[in-house]
C-alpha cells in the first residue's frame, strides 16, 4: 500500500533528484501530519521522531502528541530521545493521570537509562516534578524552553 504522496508522484518519471535521501525526509513529514496509528510501524521512526518532537514544541497542550512521540523513543531504541519525551510529557501533565504515567512508564522504563529510570520513576511515585531538573534537556522541548513549572525555575 501505497502512501499518499506516493500515489500522487504516480504517473512522474522518477529522476535522481527526486529519488534522493530528501525524498525519505520529504515523506517523513507528511507521514507526522497525518498518522493513522498510536504506535508507528514503519521504517522512518528516527525520522518521524525528529518531527514529532517538533510538533510536540509547537503544540505541547496535545497528549496524543506526547504519546505518540514516547512509542517512537521506544520503538527506535533511543534512550536519549525517550528521556526528553518523558520528560516533556510529565511536565505537560503534572499532577495529572497517574494510571497513565504508570503505564508508559512500564512499558519505557527498558529503554531507559537506570539513572533516567530513577529520576522518572520518583517523579511519577512521588507526584514531584522537581527531579525532572536533573534530566538531560538535549532532547526535551519544553524544559530547555519557557513552558516550565514554577518549581524548576531557579
Known amino acids: 500500500m501505497n502512501s499518499p504522496i506516493w500515489d500522487a508522484l504516480a504517473d512522474w518519471e ?3 533528484d527526486f529519488d534522493s535521501p ?12 497525518h498518522p493513522r496509528y498510536l504506535i508507528y510501524k514503519g521504517h522512518q521512526g528516527k525520522r518521524i521522531l525528529y518531527h ?3 510538533m510536540v514544541a509547537a503544540e505541547p497542550d496535545k497528549l496524543r502528541l506526547h ?9 527506535c531504541y ?5 528521556e526528553g519525551a518523558f520528560a516533556d510529557f510529565l511536565l505537560v501533565l503534572g499532577k495529572k493521570g497517574a494510571t497513565l504515567r504508570k503505564r508508559l512508564f512500564e512499558q519505557a522504563k527498558s529503554v531507559m537509562k537506570p539513572d533516567v529510570r530513577k529520576i522518572i520513576e520518583r517523579a511519577i511515585n512521588e507526584d514531584n516534578l522537581e527531579g525532572l531538573s536533573k534530566l538531560s534537556t538535549k532532547h526535551s522541548v ?5 513552558f516550565q513549572p514554577a518549581s524548576l525555575h531557579g
Open 22 to 33: 530528501n525524498t525519505g525526509r520529504i515523506q517523513a513529514a507528511f507521514d507526522a501530519q
Open 142 to 146: 519544553l524544559i530547555n524552553g519557557r
Open 67 to 75: 504519546t505518540k512521540r514516547i512509542y517512537l523513543s521506544i520503538a
Open 52 to 54: 514529532f518532537t517538533r
Open 78 to 82: 533511543d534512550s536519549e530521545a525517550l
Open 14 to 16: 522518477l529522476n535522481s
